[in-house]
């Protein structure tokens, strides 16, 4: 006993009268063919071909999904570092103490800094320092 459920049963051996004497068999007789072996039709043989080749567009869709994945990045970068950079200007100019506009520059930076790495492909550092450079700005409106 293997341990496995079907170990204990025994396996089907019995041939049939016709084919142990030699007689040739018939086809109500004969074992029913899988359908891996012959495919009943063109279109099953075309699935298995692309089954072959889904490695190469495998390797295309994750380019196409890095591709995207990097220009999200940059673009979620510089939309960032812009809003810091005008949140900056904009407290300079008002009465809101020093802080404050240091806090939404550093921020800013630091999202234009996410927007060169996305650019670069390190689009997971890229994510964070994003959200790095939004916590920076964060803290310069807790301060506000």
């Known amino acids: 006993m293997s ?4 170990s204990d049963l025994t396996p089907d051996t019995q041939t049939s009268p016709d084919t142990a004497e030699g007689a040739p068999e018939t086809t109500e007789d004969a074992p029913e063919r899988a359908p891996e072996d012959a495919p009943e039709d063109l279109s099953e043989a ?5 089954d072959e080749h889904d490695g ?3 390797g295309d869709l994750l380019e196409e999904q890095a591709r995207r994945a990097r220009w999200a990045a940059v673009g979620t970068g510089i939309v960032l570092a812009l809003a ?8 300079v100019s008002g009465t809101a103490p ?8 550093c921020g800013a930076a630091v999202c234009a800094l996410a927007a060169v ?3 670069r492909g390190r689009t997971r550092r890229a ?3 994003a959200v790095a450079g939004v916590m ?3 803290l310069g409106d807790r301060f506000d």
């Open 127 to 129: 994510l964070w320092a």
């Open 56 to 58: 190469e567009h495998d």
């Open 136 to 138: 920076i700005m964060a």
């Open 117 to 119: 790495l996305g650019a």
């Open 84 to 91: 810091g950079t005008a949140a900056a200007l904009l407290r």
């Open 46 to 50: 075309d699935d298995q071909h692309d």
């Open 3 to 6: 341990g496995r459920p079907d």
């Open 98 to 105: 020093a802080l404050v506009p240091f806090a939404y520059a």
